[in-house]
């Protein structure tokens, strides 16, 4: 394993790239621990064992993580028989939402296999390791208790920020709460994954450092030229006695919910938009979930030179679906009312390639695995007509994802 900085004097590492018949994905991980993925309905990679990797803290660990990826990957000797996006070597990402205190991850499996466009392939780095498989455990009981910001006090903590922004302080902020969940025995990251990819098959089911959830937010992808975003903002959940037409048709015309919406796109629009040569925003469009809907836009743009997906990354980190209007404000009062740290939950999740190609997702719906303990983190955009209990309830409705995971429903 590599922890320094990539050396060009060390003896090249191998990657081989071959291809597969496609066998699945998440049910190939082999060990409880330590598994690596972005899957999203069957497509995408999985990664076990550690070739390489690079942590990093503070407010240029999106510039030294680019910098480390172009260094390792100049230093290895690839044969690749696809030379597709996510084939060759790959790296899974993890970067904390905030400049500090925060750590960032990137970590080089020892093997990947990805599914892509009816292609699948293995690809091996360094030695590709031979793991023992383990049998998938299913958790025990398993008891909630509060994090470091337990609902009462976020209620407190809304109620103020929606004051600051009646006030005219800012326009928009994003917070958050967490919940603390202890298992009998240490929890199997593949059951979580398996039962997040089962019940939210529209979602990206990711795993990187112990980080695990399903978002359904795609903060940037690059395949070559193209670049896009799914961008999420305004929700809405399931009520008694309310069809989901009828929720979808609530959402959509909610003035409340339709400005936080604009606010997340303009946000992600204007910084993406100095890389693009063209761009287009299309929606809002409802996206529908088991335990919530989201006001739902998609951006598309054409890059002009070629930014890696880091690069790209540092700029729309973080959008005002997870920060807020003005982009510093948000931060301000997200620090001062939110109090916690909220470690890589809300920061970028994903995985690049040796060609600066990747997917980066806005890690929601999650939570930060260890041993038998669960840290889940659920927040809500705010705007001054935001109603600090309807707001509780939607991190509750947001946080149902991982609860049903962790209980095995
Ligand atoms: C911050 C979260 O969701 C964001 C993404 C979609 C909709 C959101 C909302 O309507 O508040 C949030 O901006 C979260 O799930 O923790």
Do not use: F, I, Q
């Given at each position: 394993m590599t922890t320094a900085p990539a050396s060009r004097t060390r003896p090249r590492l191998r990657v081989r790239t071959r291809r597969v018949a496609d066998t699945g994905l998440l049910g190939r991980l082999p060990a409880p621990t330590g598994a690596l993925a972005w899957v999203r309905d069957g497509s995408g990679l999985v990664g076990w064992g550690e070739a390489a990797r690079f942590e990093v803290s503070g407010p240029d660990r999106f510039a030294a993580a680019d910098r480390w990826w172009r260094e390792f990957t100049a230093g290895l000797d690839v044969a690749d028989e696809l030379g597709v996006p996510g084939s060759g070597p790959v790296a899974f990402v993890s970067l904390a939402f905030?400049?500090?205190?925060g750590r960032s991850v990137l970590v080089v499996p020892e093997v990947v296999a990805g599914v892509r466009n009816g292609d699948a392939w293995v690809t091996t780095i360094g030695t590709g390791g031979s793991p023992e498989v383990r049998p998938v455990r299913r958790p025990s009981t398993v008891r909630y208790s509060d994090g470091q910001l337990p609902v009462t006090a976020y209620r407190e903590a809304v109620r103020a920020a929606v004051a600051r922004m009646r006030a005219g302080e800012l326009d928009k902020v994003v917070l958050a709460h967490d919940l603390v969940a202890v298992a009998e025995a240490p929890l199997d990251h593949r059951f979580l994954l398996a039962g997040l990819a089962r019940r939210y098959p529209e979602c990206w089911v990711y795993a990187v450092d112990g980080l695990i959830g399903a978002t359904p937010e795609l903060l940037l992808r690059r395949s070559g030229p193209v670049v896009d975003s799914r961008v999420l903002a305004g929700t809405t959940w399931p009520h008694d006695g309310v069809s989901d037409d009828e929720l979808a048709a609530t959402l959509l015309s909610s003035g409340k919910n339709r400005e936080e919406h604009e606010y997340a796109v303009r946000s992600l629009a204007e910084t993406l938009r100095p890389f693009c040569t063209t761009m287009s925003v299309d929606g809002p469009s409802v996206l529908r979930l088991p335990n919530v809907s989201h006001l739902s836009s998609d951006v598309i743009g054409t890059l002009h030179g070629s930014p890696s997906l880091l690069r790209l990354g540092a700029a729309v980190h973080?959008?005002?679906?997870?920060?807020?209007?003005?982009r510093a404000d948000a931060l301000a009062v997200i620090e001062e009312?939110?109090?916690?740290?909220?470690?890589?939950?809300a920061g970028p999740v994903g995985w690049i390639d040796g060609n600066g190609d990747g997917e980066l997702g806005v890690a929601l719906r999650c939570a930060q695995v260890e041993g038998r303990t669960a840290r889940l983190f659920a927040g809500c955009g705010l705007v001054a007509e935001s109603d600090p209990d309807s707001e509780v309830r939607e991190a509750h409705a947001k946080m149902l994802p991982f609860r049903e995971a962790l209980e095995g429903r």
């Open positions: 905030a400049d500090r205190p973080p959008t005002a679906a997870v920060g807020g209007t003005p009312l939110e109090g916690m740290d909220r470690g890589r939950y």
